[in-house]
């Protein structure tokens, strides 16, 4: 059973940066074709893509978030952390990380964490 | 980028009613579109895959059809707990995109 489960802070002032980590289970980050990435969904609006990392450490970023994004894994800890530089108010949203199959589409979510930035 | 839009933004329907909602690619994305069903204070899940392909545990009435740059999500029959947003998502190309949402209420 595929389980995946966001945490870190609910709230940032602006410029800060976000730590976000991802811990799943069911899977191996280190199996041939297996991703995991974030997505977020401000409120109200629609799902954005962020970024995702796949087993063999292949990295991609959205090119408007590009800049102040990094993602990293941890395959010993089964988990995932993305960061985000100078948070702004308009990111805030909530934030989901994901289970990528096939380099196509996610098939497992996190239950998703809300992060409010504001001073 | 390639944009997707989804029609129509909202649509209030009755128990039982079928539906159809639409997804506009901007270019060409053979198959790769994929449909998630968003409820409030709950993560998405994964509808259809490559445009008609079921979802084990999704029910029937939920299916998916088109190619290239057209497609359609379609409920057959709804239900009381279909109420949600439906998103679709294009895997063709990065960055990955969604559409803006369909909202569908039931009366």
């Known amino acids: 059973q595929i389980t995946l489960k966001e945490s870190g802070p609910t709230l940032v002032k602006p410029t800060q940066t976000l730590t976000l980590t991802c811990t799943f289970s069911g899977f191996s980050l280190s199996t041939t074709g297996v991703g995991v990435g974030w997505i977020r969904q401000p409120p109200g609006k629609a799902l954005e893509w962020i970024a995702v990392i796949y087993w063999d450490d292949d990295k991609r970023y959205s090119p408007s978030l590009n800049s102040r994004l990094t993602i990293t894994k941890d395959t010993s800890k089964n988990q995932v952390v993305l960061t985000m530089t100078n948070m702004d108010p308009v990111d805030t949203a909530t934030y989901y990380c994901a289970h990528r199959r096939e380099y196509s589409f996610f098939d497992y979510w996190g239950q998703g964490t809300l992060v409010t930035v504001s001073s | 980028e390639i944009v997707l839009t989804q029609s129509p933004d909202f649509q209030s329907v009755t128990p039982k009613e079928k539906l159809t909602i639409t997804c506009r690619a901007s270019q060409y994305i053979g198959t790769s579109l994929h449909w998630y069903q968003k409820k409030p204070d709950r993560s998405p899940t994964l509808l259809i895959k490559?445009?008609?392909q079921s979802i084990s545990g999704v029910p029937s009435r939920f299916s998916g059809s088109g190619s290239g740059t057209d497609f359609t999500l379609t409920i057959d029959g709804l239900e009381a707990e279909d109420a949600a947003a439906y998103y679709c998502?294009?895997?063709?190309?990065?960055?990955?995109?969604f559409g803006q949402g369909t909202k569908v209420e039931i009366k």
């Open positions: 490559y445009a008609s």
């Open positions: 998502h294009q895997s063709s190309s990065l960055p990955w995109t």
